[in-house]
């Protein structure tokens, strides 16, 4: 079955630091890829995202590339700030019948200033 | 613009009991879906529907029931709360399949005692 693998956190970071949380996913046919983030006592909110292969998402200075070939779609940013500290969810669709997201275990981060 | 809003927000049952939480959605969407949040695990699908009166089976289906009545509503219901459904629960909706995005609610944290 489809599966996504985040890479373990937590992660800890100085403000302007540089930003990578990887995140490589096993499918079945073409999905489509998709970060979710998840702040402090609220539900998830969409990212960004991408539906083909070497498509890039981008939202907010984070930016991730749909790798066919490595099967990857890890997040970057270049900068971050105190505010990007959040709980990161790597996500994919089958895109057959309904959007059944997989996601991966979640990434929290957090930003010293 | 309420987007998806889930009901209640805390609550706590003892083992045996029953209850039933709401969402409600006002962006017209066609699917719906209830997600079970365990730390380490993700979102894991319990039960999701395509349209109004249909419901189907997630990856986590078992002890719980739902239905849709109505196109806005997707009611998730635990006959006989067990300590194992001790989690934060998150409804979702979204326009179409595949690729689009999926909003969410803020969620429902419940203890079972």
């Known amino acids: 079955g489809n599966s996504v693998t985040q890479m373990e956190g937590p992660v800890t970071l100085s403000e302007e630091a540089f930003l990578t949380i990887n995140c490589t996913y096993t499918?079945?046919?073409?999905?489509?890829l998709f970060w979710y983030v998840q702040y402090p006592g609220e539900g998830l909110q969409l990212l960004l995202k991408a539906t083909k292969a070497d498509d890039k998402g981008s939202n907010k200075g984070f930016e991730a590339t749909y790798r066919k070939e490595t099967t990857s779609f890890h997040l970057e940013k270049g900068s971050v700030q105190v505010s990007d500290s959040a709980v990161y969810f790597c996500?994919?669709?089958?895109?057959?019948?309904?959007?059944?997201?997989?996601f991966g275990q979640g990434t929290r981060l957090t930003i010293n200033p | 613009n309420a987007g998806v809003t889930q009901t209640p927000k805390f609550r706590v049952l003892k083992t045996g009991q029953s209850m039933t939480l709401l969402c409600a959605q006002d962006m017209n969407h066609e699917y719906m879906y209830w997600y079970r949040q365990d730390p380490g695990m993700g979102l894991r699908l319990i039960h999701y529907s395509v349209g109004e009166g249909t419901t189907a089976k997630g990856e986590v289906p078992d002890g719980y029931n739902v239905s849709r009545l109505k196109k806005q509503n997707f009611l998730l219901g635990l006959e006989s709360a067990a300590p194992s459904q001790t989690s934060v629960y998150f409804c979702a909706s979204s326009y179409d399949r595949g690729n689009t995005e999926a909003f969410f609610g803020q969620g429902t944290r419940l203890t079972v005692v």
């Open positions: 996500a994919l669709s089958d895109r057959q019948g309904a959007q059944k997201l997989v």
């Open positions: 499918a079945t046919g073409y999905p489509s």
